[in-house]
Structure formats: C-alpha cells, structure tokens
C-alpha cells in the first residue's frame, strides 16, 4: 500500500480509523439538528427520520466538492509541521484526533448540542500554537483563522435573527388561528403539505450538513495523510509532473510583464515571494523521472503552489498591479488555476469513508440531542411553524455558507433558530434557561478547551515520541 514500515502502516490506518470515528460522532452528535423537527412534529418516525437524514448527509458529502475541505487545511500550515521524524507527525495527529473525539462524545453524553466544527478547529489550533510555543515559530494561518472564527460567530446570530423575521412573516401572512401555530398533540399529524414543507427543509439541512461538516472530515483526513505520507498525498499522484510545465510557463510568461516599480512596500513582498516560488518549481520540474518520486519533491511541489498562489492572492487585493484585466484573468485561472489542481484535491476512497462515517454515525445516538432541541430549548412543545422556519433558515444558512467554503456550526445555527423561533412566540420569557445556558457555555468553552487541550497533548507526545 504505502512504503512504510509495518509499525508505521498499523499508526496510519489508527489515525484513519480515529478520524473515521470523529465523522462518525459528528453524525450522530449534529443529526438531531436535521431531525428532530420532523420527529416533533410526527412528519416522520424517527426510524424513517434517522435514515432519511443519514442518507443524504452521506450524499451532501459525496456530491459537495471539496471548497470547505480546503479551508480546514489552509488553517493549518501544515508545512511548517512536516517533521523528518515521522514518529513526530503522528503525534500531532493524535493530540488533535484525541481532543476532538473526546469532546465531542463527552457533550454528546450530556445532551449538550455542541459544534463538532468548534471542536475540531480549536484543536487544529491548539496544534499549532502547541508547535509555535516549542520551536518559536509561525503555525497557525490567523488570516484563515479569522475568517472561519467569523463564521462561526456570526452564523448563530444569523440563525437567531432569520427564524425571527420568518415568524413574524408567517404571522402576518396566516391567521394567529392556523394549525402551524398550534402546539402539536401526540395523536395529531401535520396537514399534508406541512409535512411536505418539514421533510424537505429536513432533507436540505440533512445534505448542507453532510456538504459542510463531511468536508470537515475529509479535511481531517487529508492533513493525517500528508502529514504521514506526504509522498502520496502532497501531490494529486493522478497528474504527471510533465503536464505542469505549460501551467507554469503561463504562470512566469504574466509575472514578468508585473513592473515591480509600480508596487508598494507590502506588495513587493509577496512579488519577491512570487518570483521565488516560480523559480523553485521550475527547478522541480527539470528534475529526472526518479527524484520527482521523493517525499521532499512532493512536498516542495505542494509548498511552492501553495505560496505563489496565496502571494497572488494578496497581491490583487492590493490593487497595485499593473496588468490588464484578462492578463490578471489568465494568471489566475490559465496558470495559477492550473498547478492548484496539483494540491486542491481529495481522493476518492477518502470521500467515500466520511460519507459512510458520517451517514452511518446519523443512524445512532440521536435520541439525547434530539430531546434537547424538541423540549428543552423553548417552554411550550414544538410547533409546525417553528420547526418549519427553524429548518428553513438553517438550510439557507449552511448552504450559503457552503457555497463560500466557509465552516459552520449546524448545531448552533438550527439550535439558535429554534430558540429564534421561540422568542418570537412568547418573547424570551418562552426559553428553558438553563438549556440555553449549556448550550451558551458550550459554544464559549469548545474552542479554548479544545485548544488547551490538543496543544497540551501535542506537547506531551512531542515530548514522549
């Protein structure tokens, strides 16, 4: 399979199997954020609701690309975690894979809904700080960082205000009199086409949570094999190294009509980190058949891309450079564009296990959080009209935030929209307190625990290893 050694290979397929696992608990840990809505209000049984839901989480893995994968790897520069002590490696992965299992079951046992996308971006940056604490040096893209931690703040709030908005819109649209509003019975079924409403909204939270929160696993996943066996994973090994040479020829035949004497301070930088990148591929590139196989070769490919395309990012925002429109076009998608496919992917088989991970684990342990969100977030039972907005608003949310490759919390967003929904009912007297307040000492706890935790760790098997 890979060429290590058998030790090696049984620590692999474990840090495989532990991401597995974290997929699995994240299936069945976020699921009640997609069923619970149509369990309480009897759209569906909850056996039809949990495989209904477990089979297109699965299928939003499959089909949603790899755009929010890519921003969980970004987060982590992981070239500056590359140890030649493989032993090393491993050890970071442990740290984060130990810390975001243990989190994420131990608020799972509580009945707590927690973000698994908390949980396991804290502990990617606990990594990284833990690595910067010990060798004095940068691990951690805060750039990248910020942008996720704004997601993640801001999706509950917009969860919050949207189901809001939406019961008020209802309220003006129906009568205060309409079933919607009623609180449901146990022998009463919703009218057909709220049940409609309810299955489809649940089938759309079901596939924008497998499109996002699986792509967290294939992220997970991605950094274990590049950190492990850079060799294989560093690199698309699909795409010959030949075929990169008319890409990079585009990429140096636009760079050279850049006037550097146009430029700022600041822009000069990423110019000068530009022309290195460029010159360091081309090196890699004229290399013979036999060293173009090695670990550093790969890896040098994948640093190089990866830098010459962040520096061309920040140097178009900048706005200082002296190209046409289509040269800037054609540098971005012709050229840069072009080596990107080097480094922006994710294998098949790596896909096909989080989908099975992430489906399987909806279809167990959603009793607890399903409790939760039904009957602890708000005083009165669930009604159509809550659960349908609830839905609605959490289904728009994570898809857009899909489209954006931007990481969100389904668990706070339909959490937040169920308490949204309550408040606009009965005011903020309707909401159970003390669920809330878990459920707030939750999110402020997650990433900082996560964080000591997985830094902490990661320490200590450094240290051991």
């Given at each position: 399979?890979?060429?290590?050694?058998?030790?090696?290979?049984?620590?692999?397929?474990?840090?495989?199997?532990?991401?597995?696992?974290?997929?699995?608990?994240?299936?069945?840990?976020?699921?009640?954020?997609?069923?619970?809505?149509?369990?309480?209000?009897?759209?569906?049984?909850?056996?039809?609701?949990?495989?209904?839901?477990?089979?297109?989480?699965?299928?939003?893995?499959?089909?949603?690309?790899?755009?929010?994968?890519?921003?969980?790897?970004?987060?982590?520069?992981?070239?500056?975690?590359?140890?030649?002590?493989?032993?090393?490696?491993?050890?970071?992965?442990?740290?984060?894979?130990?810390?975001?299992?243990?989190?994420?079951?131990?608020?799972?046992?509580?009945?707590?809904?927690?973000?698994?996308?908390?949980?396991?971006?804290?502990?990617?940056?606990?990594?990284?700080?833990?690595?910067?604490?010990?060798?004095?040096?940068?691990?951690?893209?805060?750039?990248?960082?910020?942008?996720?931690?704004?997601?993640?703040?801001?999706?509950?709030?917009?969860?919050?205000?949207?189901?809001?908005?939406?019961?008020?819109?209802?309220?003006?649209?129906?009568?205060?009199?309409?079933?919607?509003?009623?609180?449901?019975?146990?022998?009463?079924?919703?009218?057909?086409?709220?049940?409609?409403?309810?299955?489809?909204?649940?089938?759309?939270?079901?596939?924008?949570?497998?499109?996002?929160?699986?792509?967290?696993?294939?992220?997970?996943?991605?950094?274990?094999?590049?950190?492990?066996?850079?060799?294989?994973?560093?690199?698309?090994?699909?795409?010959?190294?030949?075929?990169?040479?008319?890409?990079?020829?585009?990429?140096?035949?636009?760079?050279?009509?850049?006037?550097?004497?146009?430029?700022?301070?600041?822009?000069?930088?990423?110019?000068?980190?530009?022309?290195?990148?460029?010159?360091?591929?081309?090196?890699?590139?004229?290399?013979?058949?036999?060293?173009?196989?090695?670990?550093?070769?790969?890896?040098?490919?994948?640093?190089?891309?990866?830098?010459?395309?962040?520096?061309?990012?920040?140097?178009?925002?900048?706005?200082?450079?002296?190209?046409?429109?289509?040269?800037?076009?054609?540098?971005?998608?012709?050229g840069i564009g072009e080596l990107k496919k080097y480094t922006d992917f994710a294998p098949e088989w790596v896909i096909i296990l989080i989908a099975l991970s992430?489906?399987?684990?909806?279809?167990?342990?959603?009793?607890?959080?399903?409790?939760?969100?039904?009957?602890?977030?708000?005083?009165?039972?669930?009604?159509?009209?809550?659960?349908?907005?609830?839905?609605?608003?959490?289904?728009?949310?994570?898809?857009?935030?899909?489209?954006?490759?931007?990481?969100?919390?389904?668990?706070?967003?339909?959490?937040?929209?169920?308490?949204?929904?309550?408040?606009?009912?009965?005011?903020?007297?309707?909401?159970?307190?003390?669920?809330?307040?878990?459920?707030?000492?939750?999110?402020?706890?997650?990433?900082?625990?996560?964080?000591?935790?997985?830094?902490?760790?990661?320490?200590?098997?450094?240290?051991?290893?």
């Amino acid at each position: 399979m890979f060429s290590l050694s058998t030790g090696l290979l049984i620590l692999l397929i474990i840090c495989l199997l532990c991401a597995c696992i974290f997929e699995f608990i994240n299936g069945f840990h976020d699921t009640a954020n997609a069923v619970a809505t149509v369990i309480y209000t009897k759209s569906l049984k909850p056996t039809q609701a949990v495989v209904w839901s477990g089979i297109w989480n699965a299928a939003g893995v499959f089909f949603g690309g790899i755009g929010v994968t890519l921003s969980i790897v970004a987060l982590l520069p992981i070239e500056t975690l590359i140890d030649p002590n493989i032993y090393h490696n491993i050890g970071m992965i442990m740290a984060l894979l130990l810390t975001a299992i243990s989190w994420n079951f131990f608020t799972w046992y509580l009945g707590i809904p927690c973000s698994s996308s908390h949980t396991l971006i804290g502990s990617i940056l606990g990594v990284g700080l833990g690595y910067s604490m010990m060798y004095d040096a940068e691990a951690v893209n805060w750039k990248e960082a910020s942008k996720i931690g704004t997601s993640l703040l801001v999706s509950p709030l917009v969860g919050f205000s949207l189901a809001i908005f939406l019961m008020f819109i209802l309220r003006r649209i129906l009568t205060k009199k309409n079933i919607i509003f009623k609180e449901t019975r146990p022998d009463e079924k919703p009218p057909m086409w709220v049940r409609a409403i309810l299955v489809v909204t649940c089938t759309l939270v079901s596939f924008f949570h497998g499109q996002n929160d699986g792509q967290k696993g294939i992220g997970l996943m991605m950094l274990i094999l590049i950190a492990i066996v850079p060799g294989y994973f560093a690199i698309n090994s699909n795409m010959k190294m030949d075929s990169m040479k008319p890409a990079l020829e585009k990429v140096n035949e636009k760079f050279i009509e850049i006037d550097k004497s146009q430029l700022k301070e600041k822009d000069t930088l990423e110019y000068n980190k530009m022309e290195s990148s460029i010159k360091k591929l081309g090196v890699l590139v004229a290399l013979p058949a036999g060293a173009q196989n090695a670990d550093s070769t790969k890896f040098g490919y994948r640093k190089h891309i990866l830098v010459l395309s962040k520096s061309w990012e920040n140097l178009q925002k900048s706005g200082h450079v002296n190209l046409s429109d289509k040269s800037q076009e054609e540098l971005k998608k012709g050229g840069i564009g072009e080596l990107k496919k080097y480094t922006d992917f994710a294998p098949e088989w790596v896909i096909i296990l989080i989908a099975l991970s992430l489906g399987l684990g909806t279809m167990i342990g959603w009793k607890r959080i399903v409790v939760t969100i039904g009957e602890k977030i708000g005083k009165q039972h669930l009604t159509y009209s809550q659960g349908a907005s609830a839905e609605i608003v959490a289904s728009i949310t994570i898809g857009f935030a899909s489209y954006f490759k931007l990481p969100v919390s389904t668990t706070h967003v339909l959490s937040s929209g169920i308490a949204g929904s309550m408040v606009a009912t009965k005011g903020v007297k309707n909401l159970q307190a003390k669920t809330v307040k878990n459920i707030l000492i939750a999110w402020v706890l997650t990433l900082p625990v996560c964080m000591l935790l997985a830094g902490s760790l990661f320490w200590l098997f450094r240290t051991i290893l």
